[in-house]
């Protein structure tokens, strides 16, 4: 039976996607070694990796089921690193959603299921 998954993300900078996740996300950080990263936040661990090409993060993310979105939204929006054209929204999909760019460019999308 599967438990849980882990998030693997491209880091570009070790110290700066520490900071990042610390400071901004309000994530905690548990460790590192040669500059994979491993950082955690209520029930939800991430899992970077060192990486030097940039176009690499780019095309990569996860997305993190949440309760409270609204709340996360408010506390994320402020800082400017919501995406672009990944504001609060309401998904054809049943969830409400929005999306966030990490210091490298990973995106991260923060979900709530709706209720019927």
């Not at 709340?71 to 990944?86: D, T």
């Not at 309401?90 to 995106?107: A, H, T």
Request: hydrophobic share 40%; charged share 20%; net charge negative.
């Amino acid at each position: 039976m599967l438990k849980s998954a882990v998030p693997i993300l491209a880091s570009l900078n070790e110290e700066e996607t520490t900071k990042f996740y610390t400071q901004k996300l309000g994530f905690t950080f548990y460790s590192s070694w040669d500059g994979y990263i491993i950082l955690g936040r209520d029930k939800i661990i991430i899992h970077l990796w060192p990486c030097k090409d940039p176009e690499i993060p780019k095309a990569t993310g996860c997305y993190i089921n949440v309760t409270g979105v609204d709340k996360l939204y408010a506390e994320y929006e402020p800082l400017g690193i919501v995406h672009p054209n990944g504001a609060l929204q309401e998904m054809p999909w049943k969830m409400k959603q929005f999306s966030i760019l990490d210091n490298n460019g990973n995106i991260i999308h923060f979900g709530e299921e709706m209720a019927d």
